[in-house]
């Protein structure tokens, strides 16, 4: 039996870099390679066997809900998660969605909905969070919008800084989250994430490690541009969620 049964995908966010495009669009619904962009995940989740799926919503969520609906036209069960007004940010998102039981209390895989990649999700389902482990995170090498990398990998522990010469990698917006991480956080409450993740890595609560699929973080219109011509010339048949 799997150890992870369900996931949950970030969808709140606004999307500002991709206006005018997002002005009336959500930006999990723009498109990549003749679909929308989330629904690349909902597939490849879907093909390695999650089908209990939250999705976060708050700009225009009417109408990515209005598309999604419950999930059924893919074979997974959506629950959804609406954030009023402003977005609740990332870790207040996954909180608000914990509180009202739309995301199980059990460990769960955590995907950026404006990312896209050919990571085969299998892996994931198969991971086992040690019992005070919070997370365990995918990075990738270093676009060039993000020179600088976001964390590294000391013996198998996510670090903020490197220890020696080694590294820094980019998160990949991948991750398998244990609802600890956000114990202590206050239902309709904007919080972020990255500061989270930070205070469990000082206690050794985080792992991490590095793949080397393809990747791109969809968060321009140069960027979506990259993507799509990717797929024009390399087509999507490495792709579960084609």
């Known amino acids: ?23 009336s ?10 679909q929308p962009l989330i629904v690349w995940h909902i597939k490849a989740l879907q093909a ?3 089908t209990d799926i939250t999705i976060n919503a708050s700009w225009l969520a009417e109408k990515l809900m209005a598309t999604l609906g419950d999930g059924s036209q893919y074979g997974v069960t959506l629950h959804w998660s609406v954030e009023d007004d402003e977005p609740l940010e990332t870790a207040g998102g996954i909180y608000q969605a914990l509180a009202t039981g739309q995301l199980k209390d059990e460990p769960f895989i ?8 050919t990571y085969d ?3 994931l389902t ?7 482990q919070k997370a365990h995170l995918l990075l990738i090498d270093n676009p060039d919008h993000n020179n600088s990398g976001d964390f590294a990998i000391n013996s ?19 991750s398998v989250i244990s609802p600890r991480l956000l114990d202590g956080l206050v239902t309709g409450q904007p919080a972020p994430l990255a500061p989270l993740l930070k205070q469990a890595m000082l206690k050794f609560q985080v792992t991490a490690e590095v793949i080397t699929d393809d990747w791109i973080d969809v968060g321009t219109p140069e960027r979506l541009a990259q993507v799509n011509d990717f797929l024009n010339h390399k087509g999507v048949n490495n792709h579960q969620g084609a």
């Open 110 to 117: 955590l995907v950026n909905s404006d990312v896209w990649s």
């Open 156 to 174: 198998g522990l996510a670090s903020e800084q490197p220890i020696g010469d080694k590294d820094k990698y980019t998160f990949a917006g991948i």
């Open 126 to 132: 198969d991971y086992q969070l040690g019992a005070d």
């Open 1 to 23: 039996m799997a150890a992870i049964k369900q996931a949950m995908i970030l969808a709140a966010g606004k999307g500002t870099r991709l206006r005018p495009l997002t002005l």
């Open 25 to 34: 669009t959500p930006k999990p619904l723009v498109e990549v390679g003749a």
């Open 121 to 123: 999700f299998a892996p």
């Open 48 to 50: 390695v066997g999650i």
